[in-house]
Structures are given as C-alpha cells and as structure tokens.
C-alpha cells in the first residue's frame, strides 16, 4: 500500500534524489543528455527544491513498502485564477503503470478542492508519453507553451488543465 506525505525544506534531498533516478529514463529519447544533465543542476538541487518550499510550494513523498518511489511538487493558488499546479509530479520508472500517479492526481485533486481551488494544472512535455496519462484522468491541453531555459534549451509543453 502507497501513501502520500507532504515534506518539510528538510527532506527535499529525497526529492533531489528520486529526481536522479526517474529523470534519465524518462527524459533519455526526448532531452539530450547535456540538457537533462543542466535541467537537474538547474531545478533539483536541495537548495533550490528547499527556496521553494520556503516560498511556499509544497513538496510529497510517495512511499510504499520499498521505500520512495515518487514526488510531486505543487504550488497553491497560481495565478490569478485560483488554480493548483503540479510543477512536478514524477514515479520510479519501476512502479509506473500500477496506479500510482493516479493516487498522487487523486491527492492534488484533494489539496485544492480543501484549497477552494477551481482547477489543477500543469505543463508537460509535448513528447512525453504522460500526456496520453493524464488525458486520461480528464486533463485537457489548453495550449502549447515554449519556454527558454537559457544555455540554448527550450522547454517544449503542453499546458493542461483539470476543471475542479
């Protein structure tokens, strides 16, 4: 059984950690190496994993009898329309494919439905087979997004939105 448990800035090395071990299998035919390698120095040190939550985005752990085998950052509120949005949301390759993102979305859903949040939303990577998941659960593209990164590298998303 899997259960999901917000974190506190001092365990965000865990994040840290997990985010080193999903990243290169998830992103190996999408990003080339330098930029995966520059996007995990760039987002997923402690220090600024720890910045966010201290800036108030709030960080779980998903665990099950293994140990952690997911993450998922959020932030409340975003934008001036009352939304949730799932900055991260990320599960061992290994334990992909058995329910476990859904019990996280399930667990978004349930933060901003306590939060008076009217939706959730998040950007994915346009090549990433997640889209079809989180189609799936009822997200919708609202549109296409590019977002340079700086060193040459653009993020090329989705924006998708959960209606609350």
Do not use: C
């Not at 985010?19 to 999408?30: G, M, S």
């Not at 108030?56 to 665990?63: A, D, I, K, T, V």
């Not at 099950?64 to 599960?91: A, C, T, V």
């Not at 998040?122 to 296409?144: C, P």
């Amino acid at each position: 059984m899997a259960t999901v448990r917000r974190i506190d800035a001092s365990e965000v090395e865990e994040v840290t950690k997990l985010a080193h071990l999903i990243w290169p299998d998830t992103f190996r035919e999408i990003l080339k190496p330098e930029q995966l390698q520059f996007m995990l120095e760039w987002m997923y040190t402690p220090q600024t994993l720890a910045s966010q939550v201290e800036s108030g985005h709030q960080f779980f752990l998903l665990e099950n009898e293994q140990g952690n085998i997911g993450y998922m950052g959020i932030e409340l509120d975003h934008s001036s329309r009352n939304l949730l949005k799932i900055h991260k949301l990320y599960i061992l390759p290994s334990h992909q494919g058995q329910g476990y993102g859904k019990l996280m979305i399930e667990h978004a859903v349930a933060v901003a439905e306590s939060n008076g949040n009217s939706a959730i939303t998040l950007n994915v990577n346009r090549f990433n087979k997640s889209v079809r998941f989180y189609q799936a659960l009822g997200f919708q593209m609202i549109k296409e997004e590019n977002i340079d990164i700086g060193h040459g590298y653009l993020m090329e998303d989705y924006v998708m939105e959960l209606a609350l």
